[in-house]
């Protein structure tokens, strides 16, 4: 395919579950469900509702197992959705610090703990997932076969850590104690299904598009670890935006389909020098350094050829995660990390890990790491190790704080989140009941109307504009 009949232009989203815990100062204790319920008192009360849409268009609620989730609304560029992922944090540590406060008022006291990881103490996970809208012509399982091994071996270069100790009858029982590279690489069970908590699997497939579903499919990757690190995050997300045009465009990738996917991940993630060989289905081996060296080969190449557009993710953000990408495989090669380590999660937070060990002469297992290992994830900026280590210059940012602030009440402004964002403003002075999903705005009741947004890269057309013109003036009005 000629690169330049490519649809460079991907709406992409990341949805983040975040730990929730708490210390109180009172004797009671609030359990996950019940500091989850005052959590989100402020959003119920306003909204009558655990499940709403921000102002700046992305989704806000309360997913199964009490996990306050983010879900970005929709961005058409690596670097805006970096920020919106920033902004999901800024607005839940707003809604975690009203919290103690209301806890503060009635006598219970305390800190409330939100944390941006993937599995809690006693062996749960929870997910960040990514989401790619891909067209609909380019066949699933051909997409999976090339894109699997791509995502098994990825946590080289983005995963967040973890310190890993054996658990009985856990996916980790084989393994002895020691330092792993992502937290979701042992709580896959399958390459692809539909399922999503029962058998988590790497690529869901449930075709839930959230648009024209004669044009367009929606890639559920759920693999992919939680990042602190905004370089890290760009990193995880820019490679597969590569790797995904490449594919479309039918560039010729070499064969590394895998025997066992989820074995593979699992050896990957405690073998940090990559050279673990990994079975192919084809009789032959290869290892995670040396698929992913061939990825970053062909993305180099890709970069070279790729159209530059006024719209979608602009090359030079692009060219800085292809430098990254490899400066990274260079130091799994070498094993000196020195030159990444201010910017890949997994990195920095293993050097933290190793400074206080060997200060302490303490061993892997120790409590005290395994606290640090935590609260690297603590989204409070006053508190996590992640946010310390920024102020003293040890770990790279990439997003002014100022756009994440700015985005943690407007909605990005060139995809359809847009008109969403438009209507989310228009109803919130008013009376009347509104539904709205990705796809839909709908002024409910008697005399009511609605706008579908087939479309995820329309923001905003003469006749849409008319429509919400239309919508807003039902919202004025009030409700028979």
Same mark, same amino acid.
């Given at each position: 395919?000629?690169?330049?009949?490519?649809?460079?232009?991907?709406?992409t989203?990341?949805?983040?579950?975040?730990?929730?815990?708490?210390?109180?100062?009172?004797?009671?204790?609030?359990?996950?469900?019940?500091?989850?319920r005052?959590?989100?008192?402020?959003?119920?009360?306003?909204?009558?509702?655990?499940?709403?849409?921000?102002?700046n268009?992305?989704?806000?609620?309360?997913?199964?197992?009490?996990?306050?989730?983010?879900?970005?609304?929709e961005?058409?560029?690596?670097?805006?959705l970096?920020?919106?992922?920033?902004?999901?944090?800024?607005?839940?540590?707003r809604l975690?610090?009203?919290?103690?406060?209301?806890?503060?008022?009635?006598?219970?006291?305390?800190k409330?703990?939100?944390?941006k990881?993937?599995?809690?103490?006693?062996?749960?996970?929870?997910?960040?997932?990514?989401n790619?809208?891909?067209?609909?012509?380019?066949?699933?399982?051909?997409?999976?076969?090339?894109?699997?091994?791509?995502?098994?071996?990825r946590?080289l270069?983005?995963?967040?850590?973890?310190?890993?100790?054996?658990?009985?009858?856990?996916?980790?029982?084989?393994?002895?104690p020691?330092?792993?590279?992502?937290?979701?690489?042992?709580?896959?069970?399958e390459?692809?299904s539909?399922?999503?908590?029962?058998?988590?699997?790497i690529?869901?497939?449930?075709?839930?598009?959230?648009?024209?579903?004669?044009?367009?499919?929606?890639?559920?990757?759920?693999?992919?670890?939680?990042?602190?690190?905004?370089?890290?995050?760009?990193?995880?997300?820019g490679?597969?935006?590569?790797?995904?045009?490449?594919?479309?465009a039918?560039?010729?990738?070499?064969?590394?389909?895998?025997?066992?996917?989820?074995?593979?991940?699992?050896?990957?993630?405690?073998?940090?020098?990559?050279?673990?060989?990994?079975?192919?289905?084809?009789?032959?081996?290869?290892?995670?350094?040396?698929?992913?060296?061939?990825?970053?080969?062909?993305?180099?190449d890709w970069?070279?050829?790729?159209?530059?557009?006024?719209?979608g993710?602009?090359?030079?953000?692009?060219?800085?995660?292809?430098?990254?990408?490899?400066?990274?495989?260079?130091?799994v090669?070498?094993?000196?990390?020195?030159?990444?380590?201010?910017?890949?999660?997994w990195?920095?937070?293993?050097k933290?890990?190793?400074?206080?060990?060997?200060?302490?002469?303490l061993?892997?297992?120790?409590?005290?790491l395994?606290?640090?290992?935590?609260?690297?994830?603590?989204?409070?900026?006053?508190? !996590?190790?992640?946010?310390?280590?920024?102020?003293?210059? =040890?770990?790279?940012?990439? @997003? %002014?704080? /100022?756009?994440? &602030? #700015?985005?943690?009440?407007?909605s990005?402004q060139?995809?359809?989140?847009?008109?969403?964002?438009?209507?989310?403003?228009?109803?919130?002075?008013?009376?009347?009941?509104?539904?709205?999903?990705?796809?839909?705005?709908?002024?409910?009741?008697?005399?009511? !109307?609605?706008i579908?947004?087939?479309?995820?890269?329309? =923001?905003?057309?003469?006749? @849409? %504009?008319? /429509?919400?013109? &239309? #919508?807003?003036g039902?919202?004025?009005?009030?409700?028979?």
């Open positions: 395919m000629d690169p330049n009949t490519v649809h460079t232009r991907r709406i989203g990341l949805e983040t579950e975040f730990g929730i815990t708490s210390v109180l100062d009172s004797h009671r204790r609030l359990g996950p469900d019940e500091v989850a005052y959590l989100f008192a402020p959003v119920v009360e306003k909204h009558r509702s655990s499940n709403i849409y921000w102002s268009a992305s989704r806000v609620y309360l997913d199964v197992g009490a996990h306050p989730e983010f879900a970005t609304a961005c058409d560029s690596l670097h805006q970096v920020t919106y992922d920033r902004a999901g944090e800024l607005i839940f540590h975690a610090s009203r919290c103690e406060e209301t806890l503060a008022e009635r006598g219970i006291g305390g409330v703990y939100l944390l990881n993937n599995t809690d103490s006693v062996g749960n996970s929870y997910g960040c997932h990514e790619y809208l891909v067209g609909r012509e380019l066949p699933l399982k051909a997409l999976s076969t090339q894109l699997l091994p791509f995502l098994v071996t946590q270069i983005c995963g967040a850590g973890k310190i890993s100790v054996p658990t009985a009858g856990a996916p980790n029982e084989n393994f002895g020691g330092f792993c590279l992502s937290q979701r690489s042992d709580h896959v069970w390459g692809v539909s399922a999503t908590t029962r058998s988590r699997p690529i869901n497939t449930r075709d839930e598009p959230h648009a024209d579903s004669s044009r367009f499919r929606r890639l559920h990757v759920i693999v992919g670890d939680s990042n602190m690190s905004e370089t890290t995050t760009a990193l995880k997300v490679s597969a935006l590569l790797v995904l045009e490449m594919i479309e039918g560039v010729n990738l070499p064969d590394f389909e895998l025997s066992n996917e989820i074995r593979s991940i699992r050896e990957i993630a405690r073998d940090l020098t990559g050279s673990t060989p990994l079975d192919l289905r084809n009789g032959t081996s290869a290892t995670a350094l040396a698929i992913q060296r061939a990825f970053h080969a062909a993305a180099v970069l070279a050829q790729r159209e530059e557009d006024s719209t993710t602009p090359n030079s953000q692009l060219a800085a995660v292809v430098e990254l990408w490899g400066r990274v495989l260079d130091c090669e070498t094993g000196d990390f020195s030159p990444v380590d201010t910017e890949i999660d990195v920095i937070k293993k933290l890990l190793d400074a206080v060990a060997a200060r302490g002469n061993a892997i297992t120790d409590p005290r395994a606290q640090i290992d935590l609260t690297y994830h603590d989204i409070n900026p006053d508190r !996590g190790l992640f946010h310390m280590l920024v102020r003293r210059g =040890a770990a790279k940012t990439l @997003i %002014d704080p /100022a756009a994440v &602030d #700015l985005a943690t009440r407007q990005p060139t995809t359809r989140a847009a008109v969403r964002g438009r209507f989310l403003t228009a109803s919130e002075a008013s009376s009347r009941q509104t539904t709205v999903d990705w796809s839909r705005l709908k002024v409910n009741g008697e005399g009511g !109307g609605e579908l947004l087939p479309d995820p890269f329309c =923001a905003g057309s003469p006749e @849409i %504009d008319a /429509a919400l013109a &239309d #919508l807003t039902l919202l004025a009005e009030t409700p028979l």
